[in-house]
């Protein structure tokens, strides 16, 4: 995809959690066209380095941290050195997550835990270490990738309600915080097709042609759908948003596509 880059973005410093495959690939690659400073906290070694090197060989200012995000001393001391290398960190964006597709019986304690570490408490961490020094630079605008399963019940619980606190941390941050010209939003995406999908492609072929009949623009997301609106929210073109929960989900959330012919008697 060709994205429409705002001129300010150049220079400016982004810090991508996940960055390694799929979406968040894809924001690092973009922001890196961008000629944003990018830096990217990621677990897995392989993927990171991978990224790293491609996008280096296409001139991109990019630089990954090894960090396992249930760490806390690994996000505190990884944030530390970005600020030190980079001088500050402008954007932020909260993107690694972790995905237990198990309803509430099936749901061990261990599972339920790891994905609060990753998805709850990981941008927890992370927002509180990058705001102080935006709070000194009195800008700053932080971006929180949450889901449509936290409005409405789309399965996978535990990671639902995960995120579901990372939608009100959001709102949080974004009223105690903006006295300081700092901006805090969470991009709902609805299904994007990604490598976290792969398991459930394995035993369903076909999910998501089955999938598109519930999005009304005919087809489930791409990486580039959510990284479009990320560039929007890290520009000075969205100087007025906070606090939102920013939907880009091919209009899922608008209704369900499958009912109202039967509504209708159409069907
Ligand atoms: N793919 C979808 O259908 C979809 C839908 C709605 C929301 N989202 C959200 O979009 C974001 C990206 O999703 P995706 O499909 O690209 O996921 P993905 O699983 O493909 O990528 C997640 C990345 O996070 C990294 N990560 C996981 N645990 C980590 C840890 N402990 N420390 C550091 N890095 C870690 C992974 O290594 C991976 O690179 C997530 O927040 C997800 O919840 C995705």
Redesign the pocket.
């Known amino acids: 995809m060709t994205y429409q880059f705002a001129s300010e973005l150049a220079g400016r410093t982004i810090v991508i959690?996940?960055?390694?495959?799929?979406?968040?690939r894809e924001m690092v690659a973009a922001a890196a066209a961008a000629k944003m400073k990018v830096a990217i906290?990621?677990?897995?070694k392989v993927?990171l380095d991978k990224t790293v090197a491609e996008l280096k060989s296409t001139g991109g200012d990019v630089t990954g941290y090894v960090?396992?995000?249930?760490v806390k001393s690994q996000i505190v001391d990884a944030i530390a050195k970005i600020e030190k290398d980079f001088g500050k960190i402008e954007v932020f964006v909260n993107?690694?997550?972790?995905?237990d597709a198990e309803d509430m019986l099936a749901s061990t304690l261990e599972m339920w835990n790891k994905t609060f570490a990753?998805?709850t408490t990981?941008p927890f961490l992370c927002i509180q270490a990058v705001l102080p020094g935006m709070i000194a630079r009195n800008s700053g605008s932080i971006i929180n990738?949450?889901?449509?399963?936290s409005k409405m019940m789309i399965g996978s619980d535990s990671y639902t309600a995960s995120?579901a606190a990372l939608h009100a941390i959001t709102r949080t941050v974004a009223v105690r915080y903006g006295k300081h010209n700092i901006r805090c939003n969470t991009i709902v995406?609805?299904?994007?097709a990604?490598?976290?999908?792969q398991e459930r492609i394995d035993r369903n072929p076909t999910i998501f042609d089955n999938l598109k009949s519930w999005y009304p623009l005919g087809r489930v997301g791409k990486?580039s759908d959510?990284t479009a609106a990320v560039l929007y929210l890290a520009s000075d073109q969205a100087p007025w948003m906070t606090g939102t929960e920013f939907v880009v989900d091919g209009g899922l959330l608008a209704g369900f596509a499958p009912m109202y012919p039967m509504v209708e008697g159409s069907d």
Do not use: C, Q, Y
């Open positions: 959690t996940g960055g390694g495959r799929s979406i968040g906290l990621e677990v897995n993927n960090v396992d995000l249930e993107n690694a997550a972790f995905h990753i998805n990981a990738i949450g889901t449509v399963n995120k995406p609805g299904t994007i990604t490598e976290v999908w990486p959510i």
